[in-house]
Structure formats: structure tokens, C-alpha cells
């Protein structure tokens, strides 16, 4: 397929003007090297199957600490540490967990228990009150009926069969709408108002409905959450948080499930449940942790400026997290494998982190910047501010890198045109897109004006079956396009370590 650059004009006829050099030789090593020799199934499975669900502050969080710091420095960096970045709070771990209906006959379901959600007191089994709470007039039906209780909270939606695929990738016209995107003004006028306050008005009344839930005292929730066939997407409370106040235990299912018992209580069947939660909160230590590690830079004057890369470590209990995001921290752990054994002596230093918390609100990398570059709330920057190039991170799936979100940051365009040429045979329609993306760990760099890039990928199953949800296993992996992955970012991060120039910056917001 005839592959070409996706580009807003100026940036185009800037990268006419402003042509970098490239090393090629180096960049056909690390092709070779992450083609042909790759690690990515071994780290797969260490950081996938063998360290498991990594909730942060959660044993399987330090498993994958321990892991990825043994691996880093057999592979040679140095500095690899786990980096405190400030107060995360507690651990939480799941030690037992079933729920089944019993009544009118026996059917076990597939539910996960939210996370820091407290234990059952033991077994418990009875008859299930659903509560159709709309309004907080609604509360009155309920007040004083729920002691003890098992509730139940139908899901919100509907679930028809799906009739286009659950796997995709972008296509040529997908790639170039997203490189000509909308303006921010237009889009943020084009009925998203309402929709806002909509969510708002969402938000607070479902608050209003948990403290009442907390207030009347059942013994246990069962929510409908979004999902379908079996896959359902989890979230959280805000339990991490230390000195917590005691919540009810919840558990999150499968939509059908909820769905089966209330068109049977609503047609006059009696449905009955019994189900147990056991969980373990962890207090002892409630600071959040990164990985850090470094290839210490090669030149005598450029060593001490930055390259960084990364993806968070952190995952979400339902699974283990494979596209969410072990498929991030597994690309960059291989490209820095591969600027390793390729011998490549990288001018500027680079650094790999493997960020911690960042499910519960980007923390860790947050903490991290705010250490080490700048306070975003005071705009006071650090002296490592003016040593810092740029940062590069993959937190989209595990789909194949397409190109690059510039987050505005149009002086880069041109220089990643020519960054991108020498991969074309295996980026397939390269597309820059002038436009930001949110929801990850590059945010934390670009709110203090430095430059920070999320990659273009390729969604597969992202949004449909593995984002937060109890399918995200080691099988959703496609090890091809993680291999395609770690070569790119390797490339580009080998290039900004090699450029005469760090990379140009937005300019700095007040």
C-alpha cells in the first residue's frame, strides 16, 4: 500500500526548509535487532502472566518492580531504582471472590470485586432488592429497607448484539481525517456543552445515591457495569486514599447477569444470590513507586541533557493488564534492549520510567515531573527544566504505531517527517497530526511546556474488549505490532539523543 506523509500544510512546507539528518546505518541496527531478535514475548510473559494484576501499591505492582529492575540492569543501565514519587496510599489485594444466583436455580456469575472494596462479613445469601433510583425523590422508596441487604444496580445502556468487528485498525481515510482534525474551539462547541453538564449532573446524583447505599447499610452491592459477551469494564472508589472512611462490599458483573434478575423479579420470579468478598488492605507503606533507569549519554557536553520514554507500569485488577498497560512498559523496555545490544552510544542520556498510579490520576508521572522539572500549579521549574529534550510514551494497546500526536507542538512536525522516512516500510500510511491526545502519562510533561508525545496506534480490541476490563490477558497481545512498536520508539528516541539541538518547545504557559 502506497504510503504518504499526513500532514497539515505549513508543517509540510516546514519540513522542506528544515530537513535532519539521519543516521541511517543506525536505524537499519535497530531494525534488525528488534526484528529479528526480540524479547517482547519473554517480557510479556514476566510483566503479563508472571507478575499478574498490578493495582498499584499491590503485591502484584512490586512483583513487576522487582522484575523490571533485575532486567534493566542485566541489560546493562544503570541507576535503576525504584523512585518514590510521592503519597499513592493503600494497597489492596483480592483474596477470594464468588457470586452466584441460587434462586430460582442455580447460575454462578462472572463479576470482580471493586477495587479497594471492603470484605462481606463472611457468606451471605438472600433475596435481591434492586433499587431504579433516578432522582433523589426516589430515595424515599428505599429508606429503611436496605439493612442487611443485597442490592442490585442495573446497568446503565443497552446490549444489542455487535454486528461490526471488535478488532480495527485505522484506515488510510481514518489517518488522514485525524491529520486534518477539527479545530478545538469548533469541536468544543459542537454540542459537547450539554453533554458536559449532562455528566456532571450524572456524576453527582450517582455520589448523592452511594453515600445514601453507605448510610442504609446493605451487606452487599451488585452493580451492572458496561460490557457485553462476557467482558466488562472495571473502575474504582476513591478507597486508595488513607483514613478512608468503611464502605459497603461491591461487586461489578457482567450486564447480562444483572439483567437476567431483574426481568425476573419484574415478572414476579423470586431471585436469590449468595456471594463472598475477601480482601486485604496494605498500610505499612503508602508512598507510590517508579522505575527508573538510565543509558548514561556519550558525549561529554550533551551527557547531561535527557531523552526519556515510558508507559505506566500500573495496571487494574479485573485481568492483568496486558494492553493497559503492560503492552507499553514491554516497547520500552525492548527499546532500550535494543539500543543496548546494538551497541548504539547515545549521545544525551536516556532514561526509561515506568510510571506507578497512573490509573488513579496520572501520579506517578506527575510526581515525578514535579520533582524532578516543575511545580504545574506555580510554574516554578527546576534546574533538570532546561535539561530535558523530550518524552515519548505508549499507553494506546497493544496496535502498532501509525504516527505521532505533535500536541501542538508544530516546530517538531518537520523533524519528525524525517525521523519517520527511513521506517516506512514498516509504518504503514505515517501520519502527524498536529491535534493533542489525552488520558496518559504524556500530559504530565507537556503542562510544563516540555515536549511530551503520545504515538499513534493502531485500536485493535482497545475500546471494545480490553480497556479496564477482565479480558485483558496475555492473548490480546499481537507480538508482531509490539516488535514494530519498540523499533520505532527506539529510533526516535536514538535520534533526539543524537540531534545537535533539543528538541523546540511550545511556548511556556503562565
Not at 529492575?69 to 514519587?85: V, Y
Not at 453515600?211 to 457485553?228: D, S, T
Not at 436469590?272 to 468478598?277: D, H, L, P, Y
Not at 486485604?280 to 547531561?304: C, H, M, W
Amino acid at each position: 500500500m502506497k504510503r504518504k506523509l499526513l500532514l497539515l500544510p505549513a508543517l509540510f512546507l516546514a519540513g522542506m526548509t528544515f530537513a535532519q539528518v539521519v543516521e541511517l546505518d543506525a536505524i537499519e541496527k535497530i531494525k534488525k535487532e528488534g526484528l529479528e531478535n526480540s524479547h517482547v514475548e519473554e517480557l510479556a510473559f514476566q510483566l503479563v502472566d508472571k507478575a499478574g494484576p498490578r493495582l498499584s501499591n499491590s503485591e502484584g505492582y512490586e512483583r513487576a518492580v522487582e522484575y523490571t529492575l533485575k532486567q534493566l540492569t542485566d541489560w546493562g543501565l544503570k541507576n535503576a531504582a525504584a523512585e518514590p514519587w510521592g503519597e499513592f496510599g493503600r494497597g489492596w489485594e483480592m483474596e477470594k471472590s464468588y457470586v452466584a444466583m441460587t434462586k430460582p436455580y442455580y447460575m454462578p456469575f462472572i463479576a470482580i470485586p471493586k477495587a479497594w472494596t471492603e470484605s462481606t462479613k463472611g457468606e451471605v445469601s438472600g433475596k435481591v432488592v434492586f433499587l431504579d433510583i433516578k432522582t433523589e425523590k426516589d430515595f424515599a422508596k428505599y429508606k429503611g429497607k436496605l439493612k442487611g441487604a443485597i442490592v442490585a444496580i442495573k446497568p446503565s445502556g443497552t446490549q444489542e448484539p455487535t454486528f461490526a468487528p471488535d478488532a480495527v485498525r485505522f484506515t488510510e481515510e481514518e489517518l488522514q481525517r485525524m491529520a486534518a482534525p477539527a479545530s478545538r474551539e469548533s469541536r468544543a462547541n459542537n454540542g459537547n456543552t450539554d453533554r458536559m453538564s449532562e455528566i456532571r449532573a450524572a456524576r453527582a446524583l450517582s455520589q448523592k445515591i452511594s453515600e445514601f447505599i453507605i448510610a442504609e447499610g446493605p451487606a452487599l452491592i451488585i452493580k451492572g457495569v458496561n460490557g457485553r459477551h462476557g467482558t466488562l469494564f472495571t473502575s474504582s472508589p476513591r478507597g486508595y486514599i488513607k483514613d478512608t472512611p468503611e464502605g459497603i462490599p461491591e461487586l461489578e458483573t457482567a450486564p447480562e447477569n444483572v439483567n437476567l434478575m431483574a426481568r425476573l423479579s419484574e415478572n414476579g420470579v423470586e431471585v436469590e444470590i449468595e456471594a463472598e468478598v475477601k480482601t486485604r488492605f496494605r498500610n505499612d507503606d503508602l508512598q507510590g513507586y517508579n522505575v527508573i533507569a538510565e543509558i548514561p549519554g556519550s558525549d561529554p557536553t550533551l551527557k547531561s541533557e535527557i531523552v526519556m520514554l515510558g508507559g505506566h507500569l500500573d495496571s487494574w485488577h479485573g485481568a492483568n493488564g496486558a494492553t493497559d498497560n503492560a503492552a507499553g512498559c514491554i516497547v520500552m523496555m525492548e527499546a532500550v534492549r535494543i539500543l543496548q545490544a546494538t551497541g548504539l552510544q547515545p549521545k544525551r542520556t536516556v532514561r526509561i520510567a515506568l510510571w506507578g498510579g497512573e490509573e488513579q490520576g496520572l501520579h506517578g508521572s506527575r510526581g515525578y515531573v514535579n520533582n524532578h522539572f516543575g511545580d504545574r500549579e506555580t510554574m516554578k521549574m527546576l534546574p533538570e527544566h532546561e535539561k530535558m529534550s523530550a518524552y515519548y510514551n505508549i499507553d494506546n494497546g497493544t496496535g502498532r504505531i501509525r504516527g505521532i500526536y505533535l500536541q501542538g507542538n508544530e516546530a517538531v512536525g518537520p523533524i519528525f517527517n524525517e525521523w519517520f522516512a527511513p521506517l516506512d516500510d514498516i509504518v504503514e500510511d505515517r501520519t502527524i497530526t498536529i491535534d493533542n491526545t489525552g488520558g496518559t502519562d504524556h500530559q504530565s510533561f507537556d503542562a510544563l511546556g516540555l515536549p511530551g508525545f503520545q504515538f499513534i496506534q493502531d485500536p485493535i480490541e482497545y475500546r471494545t474488549r480490553t480497556h479496564h476490563t477482565n479480558m485483558d490477558t496475555y492473548e490480546r497481545l499481537e507480538m508482531d505490532d509490539l516488535k514494530q512498536m519498540a523499533v520505532v520508539v527506539a529510533s526516535f528516541v536514538y535520534s533526539t539523543a543524537q540531534k545537535d539541538e533539543m528538541l523546540p518547545r511550545k511556548k511556556l504557559k503562565k
